[in-house]
């Protein structure tokens, strides 16, 4: 007769290896999550860079399945609960994407392109300028509203250049 102990290790791996285990410790850290997230204490705002940060990491977390942890992500940051819209993603990043990048998460277009472009191109490296992240800076910036309550690029720190090319290759 299996003791305990060997009944526990064979449930263990049994999931394991349906690939259910990992999905069942996410499904119980997101309802305890839930359970402890204390709604009667505000927020901060959230900024427009996290707002789109947020989202880009939604996207990537959704597209790999990894529904629970971005509902904490969701409930924990105050990131609206429907998702953006793809295009408006693209028009907020000054993006703008081959046909064969649409089927996949934008951050994974950013990352290829960053990877794959060699030294050679306009200068070797991409010089970062960071939007102002004062705590004035992001009331101001969230008091500036345009387009449906999401602050115009321009006002929040953002460049309005030439758009940002996403090509396929990755996947």
Do not use: W
């Not at 939604?58 to 990131?79: C, D, I, P």
């Not at 994407?97 to 994974?108: G, H, I, K, N, Q």
């Not at 101001?140 to 309005?160: D, F, L, N, Y």
């Amino acid at each position: 007769m299996a003791t305990i102990t060997e009944l526990k290790c064979a449930l263990k791996e049994t999931l394991e290896s349906r690939g259910v285990l990992g999905q069942l410790k996410a499904r119980i850290r997101a309802e305890v999550f839930s359970a402890l997230d204390d709604q009667s204490q505000a927020r901060p705002p959230l900024s427009h860079e996290n707002l789109l940060i947020n989202e880009l990491i939604r996207e990537y977390l959704e597209f790999n399945k990894y529904r629970y942890t971005a509902s904490v992500l969701t409930a924990e940051s105050g990131q609206p609960e429907v998702p953006l819209d793809r295009q408006f993603m693209s028009n907020e990043l000054n993006v703008v994407e081959d046909p064969s990048t649409r089927s996949v998460p934008l951050l994974y277009g950013l990352l290829s392109h960053f990877l794959n472009s060699g030294p050679g191109e306009k200068g070797g490296k991409l010089f970062l300028r960071g939007a102002p992240l004062a705590k004035d800076s992001i009331a101001r910036s969230m008091g500036e509203v345009g387009r449906g309550g999401i602050p115009e690029p321009e006002k929040a720190g953002m460049s309005t250049a030439e758009p940002f090319v996403l090509q396929g290759g990755y996947r």
